[in-house]
């Protein structure tokens, strides 16, 4: 092989490199991308895992008082004014 020969082959290496390089670059991004949008439309339609509540979180949820809301008032009862 002759040395113009070997210095062609050498870009025509180095380029066919940085495609490759470039194409799976691109393609990574693009899973990745593909990755978020899955997670994010599962966790919208609740397909998703449930994250586990904190206990804190628990107890700010429950009822603190003892009385039952007005909307649980036995039926016929006239609401409070």
Same mark, same amino acid.
């Given at each position: +092989?002759?040395?113009?020969?070997?210095?062609?082959? #050498? %870009? /025509?290496?180095?380029?066919?490199? %940085?495609?490759?390089? *470039?194409? !799976? @670059?691109?393609?990574?991004?693009? *899973?990745?991308? /593909?990755?978020? +949008? &899955?997670? &994010?439309?599962?966790?919208?339609? /609740?397909? !998703?895992? =449930?994250?586990?509540? @904190?206990?804190? #979180? =628990? *107890?700010?949820?429950?009822? =603190?008082?003892?009385?039952?809301? !007005?909307?649980?008032? !036995? $039926? /016929?009862?006239? $609401?409070?004014?």
């Amino acid at each position: +092989m002759n040395p113009t020969s070997a210095r062609h082959q #050498a %870009r /025509g290496d180095e380029r066919d490199n %940085r495609r490759v390089f *470039v194409f !799976a @670059t691109i393609v990574a991004v693009l *899973v990745v991308i /593909g990755a978020l +949008m &899955y997670f &994010y439309a599962a966790d919208k339609r /609740g397909e !998703a895992p =449930q994250q586990p509540a @904190t206990p804190s #979180a =628990q *107890v700010r949820q429950q009822p =603190q008082s003892s009385t039952p809301p !007005a909307a649980e008032a !036995a $039926p /016929g009862a006239q $609401p409070a004014k």
